[in-house]
């Protein structure tokens, strides 16, 4: 999810635990949790600090090693060791109890959504991303703002926000049987599907469709009920030429590799130079596949200049980043 997003769940997970005996019945506690509760749902994306170095390194590690079943351990342990320096003689146990929620909802809610996260290393490295909810949801947002305006003006903080919960709940329910219908749809339209990858957009009943079957990549949109095939290419194997060979091994395209599920490729051949450009087709904007990564080799298969990341124009591309005009 997002940072707006995250912050208000910390804020209502804040005010759910003072339904806990211990943390309610004392004010210094209540403030200790909702300090930590408000820390745990932004710690695991600490990460973002990466894309300060290269598109590279924050493709790769975004949403890795910080969202792991040890890291959810180790964020709770500092956080809560933390807080209780600040507010020594508050329950421990408690106030670690509640952090370690924030902490591991904030990863939670992260599987739903097109993007995913790896919770489950070190046991495995694959990308979880059900692709029910979009990185920020209205409604999920505007839950929480309504929940907290209630807080605010005198509603018990507690029940309201355990209504909340149970709201929000349902909403998930709902997003997952939206979800499992389109699934269906596309296996009844599609023959030998091997992959679906559905991506909620802002529109409640608005989808990005990428599907794979076993000739074809179809990118497609669902909306209002209505499924729409917007582009479609030939599922081509990427050729272990000595040129996409020399390819790969640069950090850029690696890094894309190692993120992206579903996309295919190009190779220009040009004077002076080669191009090869690999294409994310799970991002599709005004008919432009702004996710890429693109690698140019001299004639000796030697890497010139690489980038991977979002761009929205070829003219953009090669101005940004000096590389070698086609």
């Not at 979800?179 to 608005?206: A, D, M, Q, W, Y």
Request: aromatic residues 12%; without cysteine.
């Amino acid at each position: 999810m997002d940072t707006a997003t995250h912050v208000v769940m910390g804020i209502a997970l804040g005010g759910a635990a003072t339904l806990d005996p211990v943390i309610g019945s004392d004010p210094a506690a209540s403030h200790a949790v909702m300090a930590a509760v408000l820390l745990g749902s932004q710690a695991p994306d600490l990460d973002t600090i990466l894309k300060l170095r290269n598109n590279a390194v924050y493709i790769r590690n975004h949403r890795g090693i910080t969202h792991s079943m040890p890291a959810v351990l180790i964020w709770s342990v500092l956080i809560t060791a933390l807080i209780y320096f600040l507010f020594p003689g508050v329950d421990l146990l408690h106030l670690g109890i509640w952090t370690f929620i924030a902490v591991a909802l904030h990863v939670f809610v992260d599987i739903f959504n097109a993007y995913g996260t790896q919770a489950l290393r070190p046991f495995s490295h694959k990308w979880i991303a059900l692709g029910l909810i979009n990185t920020f949801d209205p409604i999920i947002f505007s839950i929480h703002a309504l929940a907290i305006a209630i807080w605010v003006f005198g509603a018990p903080q507690g029940y309201t926000f355990a209504i909340m919960f149970a709201v929000l709940a349902g909403y998930y329910v709902v997003r997952y049987i939206m979800n499992k219908k389109i699934v269906h749809e596309i296996k009844e339209r599609f023959n030998n599907v091997t992959g679906i990858i559905i991506s909620p957009t802002l529109r409640f009943r608005s989808w990005h469709l990428a599907v794979t079957t076993e000739s074809h990549f179809y990118v497609a949109r669902h909306v209002k009920g209505v499924l729409t095939v917007l582009d479609e290419f030939d599922r081509v194997p990427v050729p272990q030429t000595e040129m996409i060979k020399a390819a790969e091994e640069d950090h850029n395209i690696s890094a894309f590799l190692s993120f992206s599920p579903v996309y295919r490729w190009e190779v220009e051949e040009f004077s002076d130079h080669y191009e090869v450009r690999f294409i994310d087709l799970r991002y599709r904007s005004k008919g432009y596949y702004p996710f890429v990564a693109i690698v140019q080799l001299d004639s000796s298969l030697k890497i010139v200049s690489s980038y991977t990341g979002w761009i929205f124009s070829e003219e953009k591309l090669r101005k940004k980043l000096h590389i070698i005009p086609d």
